[in-house]
C-alpha cells in the first residue's frame, strides 16, 4: 500500500523524519507531500522545499519519495492511487485539528493513520524551529 505524509514542512524537522520511518516500516512506499499552504505563510516555496527535504532523508531509504503539490491532499491520492494519509500528532491540540483534517479526507475516500511523535520530540515544531533560527540570526 502507498502512503501519503503531507504537511508544509517549514522545515522538515527531527520530528518529520522519525514520521516518516515509522511509516516506512507500515507501508510499501511513502511519499513526502510539501504541500503549498498559504496561512502559514512559508520561506520558500513548496519546489525548495521538497528540495531541502530530499537533501535531509537518507538515500538508502528507496521506499520514500519527495513530491511538492499544491491542491488538495485527496486529490493526490486519487490521481496517484495512494491508499492512506500519514499524520504525526505530537500533542491533543494537535489531535484536534488532524483529526478534522481526517474526517473530510475520509469523506473524500482517503482514510488517514495518526502516528504519535517519538516522547523526545515532542517539543519540536516547525514553529519552534523558525523561531530560534530567527533568535540566532539577531
Same mark, same amino acid.
Given at each position: 500500500?502507498?502512503?501519503? !505524509? *503531507?504537511g508544509?514542512?517549514?522545515?522538515?524537522? *527531527?520530528?518529520?523524519?522519525?514520521?516518516?520511518? &515509522?511509516?516506512?516500516? #507500515?507501508?510499501? /512506499?511513502?511519499?513526502?507531500?510539501?504541500?503549498?499552504?498559504?496561512?502559514?505563510? *512559508?520561506? =520558500?516555496? +513548496? +519546489?525548495?522545499r521538497? @528540495?531541502?527535504?530530499?537533501?535531509? #532523508?537518507?538515500v /538508502?531509504?528507496?521506499?520514500?519519495?519527495?513530491a511538492?503539490? =499544491?491542491?488538495l %491532499?485527496?486529490? !493526490?491520492? &486519487? #490521481?496517484? /492511487?495512494? $491508499?492512506?494519509?500519514v499524520? $504525526?500528532?505530537?500533542? %491533543?491540540t494537535?489531535?484536534?485539528?488532524e !483529526?478534522?483534517? @481526517?474526517?473530510?479526507?475520509?469523506? #473524500?475516500?482517503?482514510? %488517514?493513520?495518526?502516528? *504519535?511523535?517519538?516522547? +523526545?520530540l515532542?517539543?519540536?515544531?516547525s %514553529?519552534?524551529?523558525r @523561531?530560534?533560527? @530567527?533568535?540566532?540570526a539577531e
Amino acid at each position: 500500500m502507498r502512503a501519503v !505524509y *503531507p504537511g508544509s514542512f517549514d522545515p522538515f524537522t *527531527p520530528g518529520h523524519v522519525n514520521v516518516v520511518d &515509522r511509516a516506512r516500516a #507500515l507501508f510499501d /512506499e511513502v511519499v513526502v507531500l510539501v504541500a503549498a499552504n498559504s496561512i502559514k505563510h *512559508p520561506g =520558500s516555496d +513548496e +519546489e525548495e522545499r521538497a @528540495a531541502a527535504v530530499r537533501a535531509i #532523508l537518507p538515500v /538508502e531509504w528507496t521506499s520514500v519519495t519527495v513530491a511538492a503539490w =499544491s491542491g488538495l %491532499t485527496a486529490t !493526490y491520492c &486519487r #490521481l496517484r /492511487e495512494v $491508499g492512506v494519509i500519514v499524520r $504525526g500528532v505530537r500533542n %491533543t491540540t494537535d489531535l484536534r485539528a488532524e !483529526y478534522q483534517l @481526517a474526517a473530510m479526507n475520509q469523506s #473524500l475516500g482517503i482514510p %488517514t493513520v495518526f502516528l *504519535p511523535t517519538q516522547p +523526545e520530540l515532542a517539543a519540536v515544531s516547525s %514553529t519552534a524551529v523558525r @523561531a530560534l533560527r @530567527a533568535w540566532r540570526a539577531e
